[in-house]
Structure formats: C-alpha cells, structure tokens
C-alpha cells in the first residue's frame, strides 16, 4: 500500500514507518520537523517537509490509509499555550480528514493517547472508562477521536484509535529525542549518560506499593506492531464507516523506583534519586485494560519493562544496531 506517515519523523511515528516499509509498503512522510528529526527519516520512505496543511495536494497523488501521528503533545505547555493544541491538533486534523474525503482516502490510523481518560478512579483502565481529560492536550486528542468517530459514520472512513499510555525502548537507531524530555525512562537514563547528576522522584506517598506513581510501560516495538494490526483491520470489508477504539498497554504496572532499579540493573550505575513533592495532577495509578485489542485484533505486548530499559539505553549509549 501507498501510504502517508504525518509526523513520522518523530519517535513513534518514525518507529512505525519503518515498520511499515519492513513490511512492503510505500511510505511518504509528511513532518514540519518543529519537533521531529530529519535524520529520523527511514531513507527507503520519501519525506515531504510541511505542516498538515500540504496533506491535501499529497493525497492528490493517490494513498491507500494515513497514519496520523502529528500533534502538540506536552501537557505543561497545553495548559499554558492551548490555543496550539486546538489549532495544531483539532483544527489541523479536521483539515486532513477533508483532504482525505476530497481524495477518497479511507483508511486512518490515529494516534490518540491516554491523557484522554483524565484522572479515572479504576484500575485497570477500559475503553468504555469515563474519559474526561484534565488539559488541553487531552481535551485535544479527546475532540480528534470524536471528530474521527463522526466522519466514520457520515462518509463511510475506516478508521482506528489508539491509546497509548507510557511509551519506551527503541528499534534499532530510533529512540526518544525530546526537547524538553518529560518521559521517565529517558529522564532516568540521562543520568549513567552523564547528562544529570540525579533523578527526580515526584511524589513518594501515594498509596502504592513503594509511595511512588505507578504506570505502564509499553515498549515501542509493540506499540508500532499495533499499528500495522489495526491498518490491516481498516481495509476489511467490517471495517466500512466504523471508528474503533483500543487502548495500547501491557496490563502491568509498574511504579517510578522499580523503573530507576531496572536502569540500575542494566546499566551498573548507581543511579541516585533525590525525592520531591507531588506535581500537581499527577494519578496514583494508571494501568491499561488491552483485552479489547487482543480478543479483536490479535495484538498484546511482548516485551516487559527490562527490555525496554535495556533498549533505550542502547539507543541513548549509542550501542544500538
């Protein structure tokens, strides 16, 4: 399939093209590089700088699906600055679904999030949970997913939403470039890279096993394999005018100090942490449910949290493939 990668010169998005040229397809992507990389580009995929709006004399060209990973998506800045979230993921998106119908481009795979749940008071966290997110960037991605479901039912898209929640490792020589960095592994491994002394810990007094916040870490791998399940799903005959919703997870949570103990054990430095308040907003817990996903599509993860250390770190160190 021909197909349109936006923001695929990003972490994920540029994971997922290569991916998607592993497996035969003909990849162009579209990126305004604002916070992807150039040399994130796979070299077999064909790359078009420019924001979402040259989606539509792209698509004149004739694609099979987008996979549509460019968006805003640092929650700090969403809640200073949310005027760039409506416009750079709302309305920015609104103007590819247009493309896309004008183009007769049926085929969609979104990359939604779980900050769209807000702060749920259920563990482990469904599809059918309440999702009432809590900041602009959510309330973005929230608004995507709706405008996504609408476009489904009135002009036959086929169409899929994924919701990840923590995102970790590499393939090969894609990893994590972010400018600010706000994940924690990355943040954990900055410090056996030399580039901190220390890692913050916020909040030690949550009711979890150890005090500390408890997530679930996906390797991005598995994330990316997702990707290729649900753009396969979109071609099927079911699949007319229907938008589905899956949440991408491992079903394991695990808290901030057994994330620092796995970058001890993988990388022998001795890591140390210095403990300081809560951040506002910040949930005790957030674990996925991804039975849906499973049972529909045939997807669940295969990698657990040292593997996705151990990857990062080799991408970080500079010891990746």
Known sequence: ???????????????????????????????????????????????????????????????????????????????????????????????????????????????STAATYGEPSVTPIREDTPAVPINPYGQSKLAIDHAIAGEAVAHGLNAVSLRYFNVGGALARFGERHAPETHLIPNVLAVPAGHRAAVDVFGTDYPTRDGTA???????????????????WTGQRSAAGTHRIYNLGT???????????????????????????????????????????????GWRAEHDLDRIVADAWAFVSGARP
């Open 1 to 111: 399939m021909r197909l349109l990668v936006t923001g695929g010169a990003g972490y994920i998005g540029s994971v997922v093209s290569a991916q998607l040229l592993a497996n035969g397809h003909d990849v162009v992507v579209l990126d305004d590089l604002s916070t992807g990389h150039a040399d994130a580009v796979p070299s077999a995929a064909t790359f078009v700088e420019g924001d979402l709006r040259r989606a539509g004399d792209l698509l004149g060209g004739g694609f099979d699906g987008v996979l549509h990973f460019a968006a805003k998506s640092l929650v700090g800045e969403s809640v200073t600055r949310p005027e760039l979230y409506w416009r750079n993921n709302v309305v920015r998106t609104l103007d590819l679904l247009e493309a896309m119908r004008r183009h007769d481009v049926r085929r969609l795979v979104f990359s």
């Open 214 to 232: 408890v997530r679930d870490y996906l390797h991005v791998e598995d994330l990316g394999r997702a990707h290729l399940l649900a753009l396969d």
């Open 251 to 297: 079903g394991t949570g695990y808290t901030v100090r057994e994330v620092i103990d796995a970058v001890r054990r993988t990388t022998g430095h001795a890591v140390p942490a210095v403990d300081r308040d809560r951040r506002p907003g910040d949930p005790a817990v957030l674990v996925a449910a991804a039975d849906r996903i499973e049972a529909e599509l």
